[in-house]
């Protein structure tokens, strides 16, 4: 019988003592800093969009600019995977998140905030999954129950405390530490990370870009999510903007998914939702 790789085997063997409570925190925090930051902005509109002379309705672009980034980018942690490797995507992710993080808190216009939140909210994309896939990887199949509890924990928690630090930011601090808050969390999480899992990276497999079904899933998936954004301020389906984008994601999203269920390397695997496969 073959022996198996050392590499293998370590990969194989989960964490634990230190290391895994380590891991645990990193990633948790992770993910809250990621949830925390959609709901983060909603109270300090106002104050933001004051400090930066511009309407409260430009300046729930802030908002929007966020939320349709990182609706793209979530289908996209699959195969990003897959590529590169969990560790290295996860780990790079919250790192860039951070520097985003960073250049948002020192925005000096509306224009370079929301480009920073678009960018946050494109790399934020992995951060929870593969969090999520991190911890269960790594804990003791004994303790996968507690790991999938604390992860649960951290999604249910972090929009509720949005709203309550972005409040508290807003009457005693300047509003660019609803930013900066970001910055000692992301480097722990990142650097924790990688320290422990650098040598424990899952295999990568290159696969072939699905450009057609990347374009498709891009325009289908931000136009209905800058329709459930944005429709509120046009009046929803009194205004031909809001019709166009739901007749953009009707017709994008239908084509994706045709094109996702006939092709050889799909940028998305619909064939999970097949319940009807043994």
């Given at each position: 019988m073959a022996a198996i790789p050392q590499h293998a085997a370590d990969i194989a063997q989960p964490l634990?003592?230190?290391?895994?409570?380590l891991l645990v925190i990193a990633t948790a925090l992770s993910s809250f800093m990621e949830i925390l930051d959609i709901t983060v902005a909603n109270v300090s509109i106002p104050t933001i969009s004051g400090a930066l002379g511009v309407s409260s309705n430009q300046g729930t672009w802030i908002i929007s600019a966020y939320s349709v980034a990182a609706a793209i980018a979530v289908p996209l942690t699959g195969w990003l995977a897959r590529c590169i490797g969990e560790v290295k995507l996860f780990c790079v992710s919250v790192l860039l998140f951070t520097l985003m993080s960073a250049l948002a808190a020192f925005s000096f216009n509306l224009p370079m905030l929301v480009a920073c939140r678009l960018l946050q909210g494109l790399v934020s994309g992995p951060m929870v999954p593969?969090?999520?896939?991190l911890m269960v990887r790594n804990f003791p199949p004994e303790k996968?129950?507690?790991?999938m509890g604390?992860?649960?924990m951290t999604v249910i928690v972090a929009p509720i405390t949005g709203p309550l630090l972005d409040g508290y930011i807003s009457d005693n601090l300047h509003w660019s530490w609803?930013?900066?808050i970001n910055i000692p969390i992301g480097l722990f999480g990142g650097i924790t990370v990688w320290t422990f899992m650098r040598?424990?990276?899952a295999p990568i497999a290159k696969a072939p870009l699905d450009v057609v079904g990347l374009v498709l899933m891009v325009v289908g998936i931000g136009s209905l999510q800058l329709m459930l954004e944005i429709g509120k301020d046009y009046d929803w389906f009194a205004s031909s903007f809001i019709i166009g984008l739901a007749i953009t994601a009707v017709v994008t999203l239908t084509f994706f998914i045709a094109w996702g269920l006939t092709s050889h390397h799909p940028i998305v695997d619909l064939q999970l939702f097949n319940l009807s496969s043994g």
């Open positions: 634990r003592g230190p290391a895994l409570i593969l969090s999520q896939t996968r129950g507690a790991a604390l992860w649960a609803i930013f900066l040598k424990r990276e």
